[in-house]
């Protein structure tokens, strides 16, 4: 069972970054493709970012291109999420997912998820 923990979120002001780590319990992680997805107040979640296991493949979502980054480093089981020029409207729970397939996370329906790290941004 991959358990997947989220670190690095807090409350920043707006054009401000923050980077967000998601660690995974097994040293399968290499073999799983990554996302990560947001969920605001009153809102659902929606997929932010994925990755595939060996970093070929990035997919984002339309409104954080430019601004957002994702990448792995699997020496360290650690998936980051690269957050730059921060809008209020990026606030939210940002919580990351594995996957087998690419696809299957992209679509929201990953295997394991983690409890998510809250970011705020301020205007």
């Known amino acids: 069972q991959v358990q997947l923990v989220e670190s690095g979120g807090g409350l920043v002001q707006a054009g401000g970054s923050l980077r967000l780590s998601c660690a995974a319990s097994e040293r399968t992680f290499i073999n799983f493709a990554m996302g990560w997805f947001r969920q605001a107040p009153g809102k659902e979640r929606e997929f932010v970012a994925a990755i595939s296991w060996i970093s070929a493949s990035t997919y984002y979502t339309d409104s954080v291109k430019g601004r957002f980054t994702i990448s792995r480093d699997n020496a360290k089981n650690t998936m980051y999420l690269q957050m730059n020029s921060l809008k209020p409207e990026d606030t939210a729970v940002y919580y990351c997912?594995?996957?087998?397939?690419?696809?299957?996370?992209?679509?929201?329906?990953?295997?394991?998820w983690g409890q998510g790290t809250q970011v705020t941004v301020s205007s």
């Open positions: 997912a594995a996957g087998e397939q690419i696809s299957t996370v992209r679509r929201g329906t990953g295997d394991y």
